[in-house]
């Protein structure tokens, strides 16, 4: 593992109890950060705690509820000071079907969850930051926000949105020493496959030239570079981690 210098810093996690979000975690831990992981899942919440020890605290909240972030965000800043670092990571599928099966409800969802909660936390956290005068958010968006995938128009659309928020964020952003930006990955073996249709897992590992899955650690390392002082001039932009599969 190549060292990343993340030393003292303060990192937000959302769905930071499995997958990629617990993969980001390990990843600031090792590169000396401490954490605080968002999550809905009380269980994976204690879990992930146990496993990661001291540098991590952990909190339940519900994303989509702007009181439950605004309180969530408070309670990280009385008992660190400040938020240097936001990855916004949880996220749904909602399920696979053609738009016109899909039921108004799982769409609204799906919308919440990937688009709508990632703006209530930089909502939230974002005058923090700026009262510090320094900031690194990374969203993790997805290679589906790019191409739009059959089957997944909920999922895509909410991606899509996340990478305009990135870049209008980071626009505004940008002479405040506050950095937005997103990855795009390809998709990664997680629990959110559990959520997908088999021949749509297919079709996804098809259109990857690599030929494999990305490996959530993959995808830490690239956040971890994107949230530290190193990335120092690249903002409001999107990293492709996909294997080959995007073309723009």
């Not at 290679?143 to 089957?151: F, I, L």
Request: proline share 4%; net charge neutral.
């Amino acid at each position: 593992m190549n060292q990343v210098d993340l030393k003292g810093r303060i990192a937000v996690i959302t769905g930071g109890a499995q997958g990629i979000g617990y993969a980001v975690a390990e990843r600031f831990i090792a590169s000396g950060a401490k954490v605080v992981l968002w999550d809905i899942d009380d269980a994976l919440l204690a879990k992930a705690k146990a496993a990661l020890g001291a540098p991590a605290n952990t909190a339940r909240v519900e994303l989509t509820d702007a009181s439950a972030v605004a309180s969530a965000t408070q309670a990280a800043l009385t008992l660190h000071g400040r938020i240097d670092i936001l990855v916004n990571n949880a996220g749904i599928t909602g399920g696979n079907a053609p738009t016109w099966e899909l039921t108004p409800e799982m769409w609204r969802r799906t919308i919440d969850v990937n688009l709508v909660a990632p703006y209530l936390t930089c909502h939230a956290i974002v005058p923090a930051m700026i009262k510090s005068g320094y900031g690194r958010i990374v969203n993790v968006a997805s290679v589906a926000g790019k191409e739009g995938n059959p089957n997944a128009s909920h999922y895509s659309a909410s991606k899509a949105g996340l990478i305009a928020l990135t870049k209008s964020l980071g626009k505004e952003l940008a002479t405040k020493n506050i950095l937005v930006n997103a990855v795009a990955p390809a998709a990664a073996k997680t629990a959110i496959f559990e959520q997908m249709k088999p021949e749509f897992i297919d079709y996804m590992l098809s259109k990857i030239p690599m030929g494999r899955f990305v490996e959530p650690q993959e995808i830490a390392a690239a956040i971890a570079w994107l949230a530290s002082e190193d990335c120092s001039f690249t903002t409001a932009s999107v990293l492709d981690v996909s294997g080959g599969r995007a073309t723009y």
